[in-house]
């Protein structure tokens, strides 16, 4: 970037990095509301800051940055560790829920399998979380996880591993082993 901040190029930023960023937020806090106002402290912070990005990483590897550090916050700061409300379209490939209405007892137990799987994914470290929330929802390859969190690619492999293996053990207890192999790894 040059020492004068580029309002156009700021302007590309934010509307190829967008979806991203609101998804990457949605995986952390699950409600839509909160995801959309944490998008807009994301991209307002990266515009106080353009002049002062050098470059030495990709523009989505800095706004996932901004946006795991902001959501983290968020999550700490409100004591949100514990899920009371999903945005609906966050699990919906998680639980291979196709279109078609189902009946509301079908409805209710899938968002009650829904809070179940937040509710795991809420419990893990921030560090496991943030490696499987990027790597699970937003389909990073590891090498990018890796870039994001600052560590090496075997850090990144492990903490997945870890993830993957706490939320079995969270999930077997509440929502049965068959639909816990499906649903997470």
């Known amino acids: ?7 156009k190029d700021f302007e590309d930023a934010v509307c190829k990095y967008h979806k ?12 839509k ?3 959309e106002d944490l998008t807009q402290e994301v991209f307002l912070r990266a515009y106080r800051s353009w002049d002062k990005f050098r470059g030495d990483s990709e523009v989505s590897t800095w706004l996932y940055r901004i946006t795991v550090n902001l959501s983290l916050s968020y999550i700490h700061i409100s004591n949100r560790k514990s899920l009371v409300q999903i ?7 998680l639980s291979g829920y196709r279109a078609g209405e189902p009946d509301p007892h079908q409805r209710m ?14 419990s893990l470290s921030d560090k496991q979380r943030t490696a499987f929330i990027l790597s699970r929802f937003d389909e990073l390859p590891q090498k990018e996880v890796a870039s994001v969190m600052g560590i090496t690619e075997g850090a990144v492999e492990q903490l997945l591993i870890r993830a993957k293996a706490n ?10 082993k068959e639909s816990n192999e499906s649903l997470i790894i």
């Open 109 to 122: 137990e899938r968002e009650e399998q829904e809070r179940r799987i937040a509710k795991a994914i809420d």
């Open 87 to 93: 945005g609906g379209d966050f699990f919906r490939h």
């Open 1 to 7: 970037m040059s020492d004068k901040p580029d309002i």
């Open 33 to 35: 509301e909160d995801a």
């Open 167 to 176: 939320l079995k053990k969270k999930l077997e207890k509440t929502i049965g």
């Open 20 to 31: 991203m960023v609101f998804r990457t937020a949605l995986g952390f806090v699950h409600v």
